[in-house]
């Protein structure tokens, strides 16, 4: 199956704009034959994440939706407790800052000190308390028809994007039933998932009945993050790790894996797949035309 792009971008209510100026540059190089060549390249900018007046972290990120990616870091962080009202969220583009301002105080020396690194890409960061977060959690009983995720996965494999146009990028999507809804990508898979936690924040999105689809691996911060967004199902092209397939089964995420053409598993929820769709009449994929993310 040929993996050509698509220019119908009218189910998205945000979609990728990779002729966007500023998240890519024009670099010279020289090929396997020795030719000069010039290809496009994703840009990486610094931006710093204020709550009130209190520096919170600084996340290399391509730049688009400065904002939402601040909201959405807050929120997955737990630093935004549910119902605390946001006075203003305000970027300044020349100093690359973002501050959140609330009507509570802030105060998370503690909990900045807690921080560890990720297995994301571009040096994701969770804080040592995040697990706290879970406790309790238990996330809606979705049934998810397989239907819909073979619709989603070919549209949004078809979709223009930057990493069709540049490479080194991750994307993330929100997804209704077989609908893609906001489609957000980044050099980190976590920066492109806050980015989707934020823009449902500000507009007040619900979660409960919502799929998030990501090309990227299926590690314990992505689990972790989904789980606190509400959303009862991550699903993937790339495959899996142990942790976050143990965390997924405890506040009963579905997890589904290794989307590829009419492929998939299920590691976690598999007791609420629909299969509602005859595998046999989904096309393979042609290798030639797989994302990157399906090889890692």
Known sequence: MQLTARGDLSDYLIAPDPGAARLTRAVEGVDHAGQRTTIRVVEERPLTIFLNAQEIVTAMTIGDYPQYLALGFLRNQG??????????????????????????????????KKKTRTSGCAVGTVFGD??????????????VKTSDLYALAAQINRTPSLYLEA??????????GARPLVYMEDVGRHNAVDKIAGWM????????????????RLTSEMVIKTA??????LASRSGFTAWGVEIAQAVGLTLIGRMRGRRFVCLAGEERLLRDADPDSVAEEDGKHRRKSAEG
Not at 95 to 111: A, C, F, H, I, M
Not at 130 to 143: A, I
Not at 167 to 176: D, P
Not at 205 to 210: H, P, Y
């Open 228 to 233: 606190m967004m509400g959303i009862p199902v």
């Open 79 to 112: 630093m935004l407790a549910e119902g605390e009202a946001v006075l203003g969220v305000e970027y300044d583009e020349e100093l690359e800052t973002v501050v959140v301002r609330t009507d509570g105080q802030t105060s998370y020396e503690e909990k900045l």
């Open 167 to 176: 490479g080194a990028i991750h994307g993330t999507v929100l997804c209704q």
């Open 130 to 143: 995040m697990m706290e977060g879970l406790e309790g959690v238990r996330l809606p009983e979705v049934e």
């Open 201 to 216: 924040l500000s507009e007040g999105v619900s979660a409960g009945n919502k799929t998030l689809y990501t090309t990227g």
